[in-house]
């Protein structure tokens, strides 16, 4: 019998401690490293609710790997008995002659994702909690989901625990370092451990821990803001997540209580992180401008002022799609950064790329078009 491989994961968050459960459910010897600890509030994965969602607004390569994540999400609930996912829809909204949303009518209908179109009487009629400006379009996608983040990280990491990984929390990683004759080595305050492959999902971290990356990830700060609604029947007709493209650029959620609804802006909006560890919780009044903007013109029967604000990181990249790959020349290091806030859906099948990727060095997933100059991906 061959001896496993063993696998470091560093930074066992939304796409880390997915990595975590692929790797560990295919047999690897597989350790987490975390800074924090899995669910921590100081990445991309809090605030309650995010959006899983088929009918895409970018580039149609996505599809295939929203369906593989679909179907993973599914399995990762039922190996670890946890409800994660609530199949509630979602909601797409733009302008019917932009690029955009002429690009997701199309991808939807050639993939024969399960959406429907409404127009502004079909909306006003069903969902009167959201106003459609003339000359836009909404897109029902039945497949919208509103995610748990905090506690799907958790599921993910300690299912992969009782595979039989290990997690070291509130374990800083301070370098990671190609080894002479093959592997990594992991550098912690604690000392040096030797692994065969190591996966980097170091979230906003990415630029500090690897500082020669071909393309450096921004990492920018995000507010998400909770109002409660005015009208007593705001969440009927099953209240699905929503997402609004050009020129509104938002998203919103109902919380999982009922009380009331996460919004959350466009990136143009997020403010810069120079550093990870300093980053700024405090949200000034002159911030909630465009929150109040955008419900009084799309979102009237939401109350303007919040009833709670909380602060985030997320990395972008210069495209919007993430860098997943090899680190150039280090065949052993795998790298998943930069997904640009709309990773988290993803997550699950990122796990398994990661794992493909760390195993066998080449994956028969579509991530060709990830990868920039500079960060091969098979």
Not at 82 to 103: D, F, K, N
Not at 156 to 174: D, F, K, N, Q
Not at 211 to 232: E, K
Not at 363 to 373: C, E, K
Request: glycine content about 10%; proline content about 8%; aromatic content about 6%.
């Amino acid at each position: 019998m061959s001896t496993p491989k063993r696998v470091a994961v560093i930074g066992v968050g939304s796409m880390g401690s997915q990595a975590m459960w692929r790797l560990a459910a295919r047999g690897a010897e597989v350790i987490g490293y975390d800074r924090y600890a899995p669910g921590h509030d100081r990445g991309a994965a809090g605030g309650e609710t995010r959006i899983f969602r088929a009918v895409h607004l970018g580039e149609p390569a996505y599809i295939p790997l929203l369906r593989l994540a679909d179907h993973l999400w599914d399995g990762l609930q039922q190996e670890t008995g946890r409800s994660l996912r609530r199949r509630s829809g979602c909601l797409v909204m733009g302008e019917s002659a932009s690029p955009s949303m002429r690009l997701l009518l199309s991808s939807s209908a050639t993939h024969q994702l399960d959406h429907e179109v409404l127009d502004r009487a079909d909306l006003a009629s069903r969902y009167p909690q959201h106003r459609l400006p003339e000359g836009h379009t909404a897109v029902l996608d039945r497949m919208g989901c509103i995610i748990r983040p905090e506690a799907s990280v958790q599921a993910a990491a300690g299912r992969a625990e009782e595979l039989g990984a290990r997690v070291h929390r509130y374990t800083p990683v301070r370098e990671v370092v190609p080894a002479a004759g093959g592997g990594v080595d992991i550098v912690t305050d604690h000392g040096t451990d030797h692994v065969d492959a190591a996966v980097v999902t170091a979230g906003p971290w990415i630029n500090t821990l690897l500082p020669d990356l071909p393309r450096t990830v921004d990492i920018r700060r995000l507010i998400s803001s909770w109002h409660v609604p005015t009208r007593h029947d705001w969440f009927a007709g099953g209240a699905p997540a929503f997402v609004r493209s050009t020129p509104h650029d938002c998203y919103g959620l109902p919380s999982p209580d009922g009380i009331s609804v996460k919004l959350g802006l466009s990136p143009a909006r997020h403010l810069p992180v120079p550093d990870p560890e300093q980053l700024d919780r405090t949200v000034r009044p002159a911030e909630l401008d465009a929150f109040r903007q955008l419900i009084r013109e799309l979102m009237p029967d939401l109350n303007p002022d919040p009833i709670r604000l909380s602060v985030y990181m997320e990395g972008y990249t210069e495209s919007g799609n993430p860098l997943v790959g090899q680190l150039p020349g280090e065949d052993d290091i795998v790298v998943m950064a930069g997904f640009s806030g709309s990773g988290f859906k993803l997550s699950p099948a990122m796990g398994e790329i990661a794992a493909d990727l760390a195993l066998g060095g080449t994956t028969d997933h579509p991530i060709g078009f990830f990868a920039p100059a500079g960060l091969g991906a098979a």
